[in-house]
């Protein structure tokens, strides 16, 4: 029984350092897709944070500030200068939204989807830091992101699951004690 319990422990202990050197393979690797996007951006006169907000715009409609600051992860009161700027350059605007004259939407002008389309050519055209990797390795390594964001979304699914019933619980448990 020993011997089982060390060879599990084992086996835990040499997962964690695997995932641990896939973490730090990873970082690197966003680091290089980082730099490699920043300097798709600077072609275009663009700073990263520039494109990446042209990137989460399209043809469909206003998004909102706050919607757009989730989707970017980037606080909403930082995102108003770039907001600005590029409302400046002309290739985007701020429009009122319909149904709340209070709430404005970011929309992209002509001018930034033409930014937007050309810039995103240029960006799926080049390989990048994942160009050294043949078909069958992108294909492989496709399959494993996805995998692993399932499982990181199921995840998040059942913590947020748990969360929910926790405050049911605790609201429930309140109002027994008045």
């Known amino acids: 029984m020993?011997?089982?319990?060390?060879?599990?422990t084992q086996a835990a202990a040499g997962h964690l350092e695997l995932v641990r050197e896939v973490v730090g393979l990873w970082v690197q690797m966003q680091s290089r897709l980082q730099e490699?996007?920043?300097?798709?951006?600077?072609?275009?006169?663009?700073?990263?944070?520039?494109?990446?907000?042209?990137?989460?715009?399209?043809?469909?409609?206003?998004?909102?500030?706050?919607?757009?600051?989730?989707?970017?992860?980037?606080?909403?009161?930082?995102l108003t200068t770039v907001i600005d700027r590029m409302e400046?350059?002309?290739?985007?605007?701020?429009?009122?939204?319909?149904?709340?004259?209070r709430v404005k939407g970011i929309v992209l002008t002509g001018a930034g989807l033409s930014l937007?389309?050309?810039?995103?050519q240029r960006l799926v055209s080049e390989a990048g830091p994942l160009g050294a990797l043949g078909p069958q390795q992108l294909t492989e390594l496709r399959s494993l992101l996805h995998l692993a964001?399932?499982?990181?979304?199921?995840?998040?699914d059942t913590r947020q699951q748990a969360d929910t019933r926790q405050q049911a619980d605790t609201r429930q448990q309140a109002g027994g004690h008045r």
Do not use: C
């Open 149 to 156: 964001l399932a499982d990181t979304r199921q995840q998040a």
């Open 2 to 8: 020993v011997g089982t319990q060390r060879a599990g």
């Open 88 to 101: 400046e350059l002309g290739v985007l605007e701020r429009r009122p939204d319909p149904r709340d004259r």
């Open 36 to 78: 490699h996007f920043a300097a798709l951006a600077a072609e275009h006169s663009l700073s990263a944070i520039q494109a990446k907000i042209l990137v989460q715009l399209d043809q469909g409609g206003a998004v909102t500030m706050r919607a757009l600051a989730d989707r970017l992860q980037y606080d909403p009161s930082n």
């Open 116 to 120: 937007r389309e050309a810039f995103w």
